[in-house]
């Protein structure tokens, strides 16, 4: 009995590795394995090098508020965005410092949707709605929260940053998003956590994702990989030789 035991300990700890981590949509990034309390508004790792979690970060903001490819310093800066899969759901984790509902220095801008290129075609496949914000009033008619089919985009003040917004599309469905102000810190800094069920995607191996808001002063993309079949087979296997342990233990 104690083999058994030990040999089902074995395989738990082996779908917890091919699982990776546990995602709750919150705005809250200790599911992700971090501990933002101490970061700063630079030079941050937003990395916890956690397998099957996918990581862009250029947590920095440059002489003069530069942040590349433009400037506004900490609120326009995106300084990482994060990506995980379980068995049902795509989830995505931006850190920015900037607003749902846009900000304003000159020139009101608002903030982007998130954009998804399937099987990196070099199309903009998905948009997922995470603000419906125009110049500071909630008057965007979509569906916040939910995934929409690209028809066309809308593009932001700087081509290396497109796209910002969807222009046209279809719905798809719904899915779960949390825009949160990070309350441990009183410089800008703002928490984006998405989950989009995988049955809305379709199959694919790979997705890249991309954000960015109107003026495109600073913009993030990452690629993320779906789980390899090797892993899922490596689990079977495991199962398959507990079956077999049990079977003749009872013969």
């Known amino acids: 009995m104690r083999s058994i035991f030990l040999a089902l300990l074995s395989i738990l700890v082996l779908f917890s590795a091919v699982q990776g981590i546990t ?22 790792n937003w990395d916890p090098e956690v397998p099957g979690v996918f990581v862009w970060q250029e947590d920095w ?7 590349g490819p433009g400037y506004g310093g900490q609120k326009y800066d995106v300084e990482a965005i994060l990506a995980t899969f379980d068995n049902d759901n795509l ?3 931006i850190a920015t410092g900037f607003p749902q509902q846009g900000y304003g220095y000159n020139y009101w801008h608002d903030a982007g949707d998130i954009f998804l290129d399937i099987d990196g075609n070099g199309y903009w496949d998905y948009a997922f709605i995470i603000s419906n914000y125009i110049d500071g009033r909630e008057t965007r008619d979509l569906v916040l929260g939910s995934l929409y089919e690209v028809s066309s ?28 102000d990070d309350p441990e810190h009183d410089f800008s800094r703002y928490f984006i956590e998405i989950g989009i069920p995988l049955d809305l995607l379709g199959n694919f191996s790979k997705v890249k994702i ?4 109107e003026c495109g002063n600073d913009y993030g993309e990452v690629i993320a990989y779906t789980p390899e079949p090797a892993s899922i087979l490596l689990l079977g296997a495991g ?9 003749r233990r009872k013969s």
Not at 210 to 213: A, L, Q, R, S, V
């Open 239 to 247: 199962l398959f030789a507990v079956g077999l342990m049990v079977k």
């Open 23 to 44: 995602i709750r949509v919150d705005g809250n990034f200790s599911d992700w394995r971090l501990n933002t309390s101490d970061f700063g508004e630079n030079y941050n």
């Open 153 to 180: 985009v809308k593009k932001s003040l700087r081509k290396e940053a497109d796209p910002w917004r969807l222009e046209s599309g279809s719905l798809i469905g719904r899915g779960t998003l949390a825009y949160v």
């Open 91 to 93: 989830y995505v984790g």
């Open 210 to 213: 991309h954000w960015t808001m």
């Open 61 to 67: 903001v440059g002489g003069g508020g530069y942040v």
